[in-house]
């Protein structure tokens, strides 16, 4: 949910809504009771142990590792459990496998070991020093990233240490209460949240701490670095956290408090018609339905897609799987990866499309069959490639048609980067081939239309492919004389330039003249305002990656067909950006 | 016994999670898996060394593996580094 925040207004009173800055660490607002958490700081024993106590104690380490690691894995289980957005509870996932990895580290367990024989010291102590070491390396690294990772390793020791001492994290919290601490680690972050607490603040942590990326994923508002918070609050008292802006407003007013619930009211209300609009087809004001599919490249993000709802796959990315264990120059494949791949996206797609792209890889990415070239991007790549190792062609098409001919959605091939008819027919004629080893078989095949030359030879590519779909990206770049990775050429890279609309538009009629099916998967699907023109001019479906997709679906059920129509002719005679700019103010946003 | 040297190509480095990675599929293979880096020599099964090694994006390193199934550890390991622990659009 990306509405604006600050609905609710904070009048100035005497003593009253004093506010207090921070950092906002997760979305979210709330209002409830503080609950100051000032857990007490361990003590270490400090006795020294018998040489004959060496085993039991090296045992009892051992046992306290085995138990913390049980307990992350619960905990593991208990936020995969809460509701919240799926990408970030694979986030939060990841971080607590990364502490079960570090509770079965073996070189953690040999000098916790080590240290108890040869300094005959308890467990407790052993596990603080050993992990103080780990701790000074980390601080003494370079980059943020590694430092920032230093309160998980020391949440993990406090655990080991607490539950050597067979000490018990005692909480009682309400439900909605607002926690107000010095700094909070994950674990004690995630055992609030089954408290079901309103809200976390906390006078230290950094942004990318596990700490905010737990409360973000079990969709708790998180304030950071609000200074002397927990002398300034008091115990018990009604407070406002707002971890959209970043700010705690202590001894707030009546009147304010109305206002934040109402405003967390209206924002449950929005949060419920965002899920709703996923469940709604894409379509413009009057009904005609374009059809919002997902770009996919990793089976990872199958899971995070599903949520958006989207209606089919319109490009599924294969080159991840270009290096898979296989012998490359005989086409001969494993690919069993690539074939789960399929299988899943297969699943996903349900009845609608899947449209697979054969491996779009530049000579750079093949370190077994070719030499470094001077230009990649005007070199060895895509159907090139796949025409002059034509087993690999062949065993990638037949690894396709075979894993998805029998799955209920619309399967299609499209071979990339294609700039002459020549190669069209090439590729259709290997394609019929494999398809004549499954007559039952019923899927389409088409080309990506990125490069000029494609777009301008449309019509004659038409009578040769079941449908065409357009890679503004890569178009862009071969329009334009302009690679969007050079920052020093970064300004002439415009996929609003008119040339390209031009080419779109050329491409479109084309279809429309064969009844050619044409989609569009770059990122100017995904820019709300051209996506519409896009239509307008045509195009039959949109493909984007999944988080674009609520933002084009409003703007197209705002937009009739018939004005979007309009706006393309215009777009088509604009001669500079900045006119398709204007023109495309003309598109209604919400 | 067998090295190769990798470079560092996702943008976050090895951090926590690539290093859970790596640890993991080192785990699966009976080899004794090390890292070179800066004339220091990490067990690399030990995912607390392995973040000690900040490894950045563009680090060069040296992988060291030994044992039975070296061969089979190296082709996988290396394929994780290629790959860029699969997190090549992460900030």
């Known amino acids: 949910m990306k509405s604006e925040a600050g609905m609710y207004i904070i009048e100035e009173v005497n003593g009253k809504n004093n506010l207090h800055k921070g950092v906002a660490s997760a979305e979210g607002l709330a209002v409830g009771k503080s609950f100051i958490f000032n857990p007490q700081g361990m003590v270490l024993s400090q006795r020294k142990i018998t040489s004959s106590q060496v085993n039991e104690e090296q045992q009892k380490v051992v046992s306290a590792l085995r138990i913390v690691e049980l307990e992350t894995r619960k905990l593991a289980q208990l936020s995969a459990g809460e509701e919240g957005d799926d990408q970030q509870q694979s986030v939060s996932a990841a971080i607590l496998e990364f502490h079960r990895e570090v509770l079965r580290d073996p070189m953690l367990i040999a000098e916790i070991n080590e240290r108890i024989r040869t300094d005959l010291m308890p467990g407790d102590r052993a596990v603080f020093q050993v992990f103080r070491n780990y701790i000074q390396k980390l601080e003494v690294s370079g980059s943020r990233m590694f430092r920032e990772r230093i309160p998980d390793i020391v949440d993990i020791r406090s655990r080991l240490i607490s539950n050597l001492q067979q000490k018990e994290m005692i909480v009682q919290v309400e439900e909605g209460t607002i926690v107000v601490c010095r700094e909070i680690n994950p674990s004690e972050i995630i055992l609030f949240a089954r408290k079901k607490v309103g809200g976390l603040v906390a006078e230290r942590g950094g942004l990318t701490t596990h700490a905010s990326i737990i409360a973000k994923s079990l969709g708790i508002p998180f304030v950071l670095e609000v200074e002397g918070i927990t002398e300034i609050v008091k115990q018990g008292e009604e407070i406002v956290v707002d971890g959209y802006k970043g700010i705690v407003i202590s001894s707030p007013t009546e009147t304010l408090i109305e206002s934040v619930k109402k405003e967390i009211a209206n924002r449950e209300i929005l949060r419920k018609e965002e899920q709703k609009l996923h469940a709604e087809p894409g379509m413009t004001a009057c009904g005609h339905k374009v059809p919002l599919r997902v770009n996919l490249e990793l089976e990872a993000e199958i899971d995070r897609v599903k949520r958006f709802n989207p209606e089919g796959i319109g490009l599924l990315r294969t080159e991840a799987f270009f290096l898979d264990s296989g012998d490359y120059e005989n086409g001969r494949f494993e690919g069993h990866d690539q074939i789960r791949f399929l299988q899943r996206s297969a699943e996903l797609a349900g009845e609608s499309e899947l449209t697979v792209r054969l491996y779009d890889v530049g000579g750079d990415k093949l370190p077994s069959f070719s030499a470094r070239e001077e230009n990649p991007a005007l070199g060895w790549r895509g159907v090139r490639i796949l025409l002059d190792k034509r087993a690999l062609l062949h065993s990638q098409l037949e690894m396709i048609i075979k894993t998805l001919h029998k799955y209920p959605c619309k399967t299609r091939v499209m071979v990339p980067m294609i700039t002459n008819l020549e190669e069209v027919i090439e590729c259709r004629r290997e394609f019929d081939e494999v398809m004549k080893g499954y007559p039952a078989a019923k899927i389409d095949f088409g080309v990506m239309i990125e490069v000029p030359s494609a777009a301008l030879l449309a019509s004659d590519i038409a009578p040769w492919v079941d449908f065409m779909s357009i890679g503004t990206n890569d178009l862009t770049q071969y329009t334009l004389a302009a690679d969007r990775g050079n920052s020093a050429v970064f300004s002439y890279y415009n996929s609003l330039h008119p040339a390209v609309f031009r080419l779109i538009g050329h491409t479109a009629k084309a279809c429309a003249e064969h009844d050619t099916t044409l989609s569009v998967c770059g990122e100017m699907a995904a820019n709300p305002g051209a996506a519409a023109v896009l239509v307008g001019m045509g195009v039959d479906s949109l493909s984007m990656s999944a988080p674009n997709i609520p933002q084009v679906k409003k703007v197209l059920r705002l937009n009739t067909l018939a004005l979007l129509e309009k706006t393309a002719v215009h777009i088509l005679k604009c001669k500079t950006v900045s006119e398709v700019e204007d023109i495309l103010r003309e598109i209604k946003t919400p | ?91």
């Open chain 2, 1 to 91: 016994m067998i090295k190769k040297s990798v470079e560092v190509i996702n943008p976050s480095g090895i951090h926590a999670r690539p290093a859970s990675l790596l640890v993991k599929t080192a785990a699966k293979f009976k080899s004794d898996f090390h890292i070179h880096s800066h004339g220091y020599r990490i067990n690399a099964k030990s995912i607390l060394g392995v973040l000690t090694l900040a490894a950045e994006q563009g680090a060069k390193l040296e992988i060291e593996l030994d044992g039975e199934d070296e061969k089979e550890a190296m082709k996988e390991i290396l394929r994780l580094f290629e790959d860029g622990f699969g997190m090549m659009d992460e900030e």
